[in-house]
């Protein structure tokens, strides 16, 4: 069992910057893909980015430039470093792990999942 625990969401304005933290318990997080989520009220969840247990990275196109995805395996933490935030990045922000070394774009792919940190973008 791996539990994920999310900090670092918060109130910004348009144009700031956060950098979110993703705890995970366990022995085996370097073999674990990892990934970013968000969820606006409303919506559904949509995947932000993901990184594998080697490092490879892939980002969705909304993000791709302002947000930071990285890992340090000593630590058992993956971040989410978000650069010129955007009113539309407002969301509740999940991390997920899944049992492959591999990232994944898709939240089916993934077997554990943090309980959500608030992200509130201002304009």
């Known amino acids: 069992q791996v539990q994920l625990v999310e900090s670092g969401g918060g109130l910004v304005q348009a144009g700031g910057s956060l950098r979110l933290s993703c705890q995970a318990s366990g022995r085996t997080f370097s073999n674990y893909g990892m990934g970013w989520f968000r969820q606006a009220p409303g919506k559904e969840r949509d995947f932000v980015a993901t990184?594998?247990?080697?490092?490879?990275?892939y980002y969705a196109d909304a993000v791709k430039g302002r947000f930071t995805i990285s890992r340090d395996n000593a630590k058992n933490t993956v971040y989410l470093q978000m650069n010129s935030l955007k009113p539309e990045d407002t969301a509740v922000y999940y991390c997920?792990?899944?049992?492959?070394?591999?990232?994944?774009?898709?939240?089916?792919?993934?077997?554990?999942w943090g309980q959500g940190t608030q992200v509130t973008v201002s304009s």
């Open positions: 997920a792990a899944r049992t492959s070394s591999l990232g994944a774009t898709s939240a089916s792919a993934y077997n554990y």
């Open positions: 990184v594998s247990s080697f490092g490879s990275t």
